[in-house]
């Protein structure tokens, strides 16, 4: 069975950073291209960032390129989002997904990030 | 970027009856669509792949039809788990983007 598991949201100021993380099992992680998509409270969804299999070819959307850097460790099945200059804007659920390659195949449950002073 | 639009933003359907979602794409992506649900307090879950391709355990009255820019999700006798909100997704270019949703509700 695919399990998603993100952690790592909460509450930060404008301007802070955090880091997320989605643990993943029950498939060959490696082999798994990733993206994480975001949903602003009570809105649609956002493709944030994609990372390729093997983590070297990475891509990222503009609201977030040159803040956001995605990267995974595929000797611990851990994918992660780290997210800078963070801005009020960027308040939302995030999700780690499976992508197949380009299709979102499965989700994880989502964390919130509330950017707020 | 190109631009999904999902019509209607809601549509109220009675449990039993059939309900047509569309969505258009601002340039053609060939058959490189997704429809998702998602309903309240859940991370959406993939229905549809390549346009009509129903997602593993997706029951057979979800169906997905067209091609370029024209697409079509058809539930053929509503359940009432099935009401949510459903999105399309292109993945032909990056980013890969997202209509903005229509909401099936009780009638």
């Known amino acids: 069975e695919v399990q998603l598991l993100e952690s790592g949201g909460g509450l930060v100021q404008p301007g802070g950073s955090l880091r997320l993380s989605c643990a993943a099992s029950?498939?060959?992680?490696?082999?798994?291209?990733m993206t994480w998509v975001r949903q602003a409270p009570g809105k649609g969804l956002e493709s944030v960032s994609s990372i390729s299999g093997d983590g070297y070819a990475a891509l990222y959307a503009d609201s977030v390129r040159g803040r956001f850097t995605t990267s995974r460790d595929n000797s611990k099945n851990t994918l992660s989002l780290q997210m800078d200059s963070l801005r009020a804007d960027d308040t939302a659920v995030y999700y780690c997904?499976?992508?197949?390659?380009?299709?979102?195949?499965?989700w994880g449950h989502g964390t919130l990030v509330t950017v707020s002073s | 970027e190109i631009v999904m639009t999902q019509s209607p933003g809601t549509l109220s359907v009675s449990p039993g009856e059939r309900a047509t979602l569309s969505c258009r794409a601002s340039?053609?992506?060939?058959?490189?669509l997704a429809w998702y649900q998602q309903k309240p307090g859940q991370a959406p879950r993939l229905l549809i792949s390549g346009a009509s391709t129903r997602a593993i355990g997706i029951p057979a009255r979800f169906s997905g039809s067209g091609s370029e820019t024209e697409f079509t999700l058809t539930i053929s006798s509503l359940q009432s788990e099935d009401f949510a909100v459903y999105y399309c997704?292109?993945?032909?270019?990056?980013?890969?983007?997202f209509g903005q949703g229509t909401k099936v509700e009780i009638k």
């Open positions: 997904t499976k992508a197949a390659p380009f299709y979102l195949e499965y």
């Open positions: 029950g498939f060959t992680f490696s082999n798994s291209a």
């Open positions: 997704q292109q993945y032909d270019n990056w980013p890969r983007t």
């Open positions: 340039q053609s992506v060939s058959s490189k």
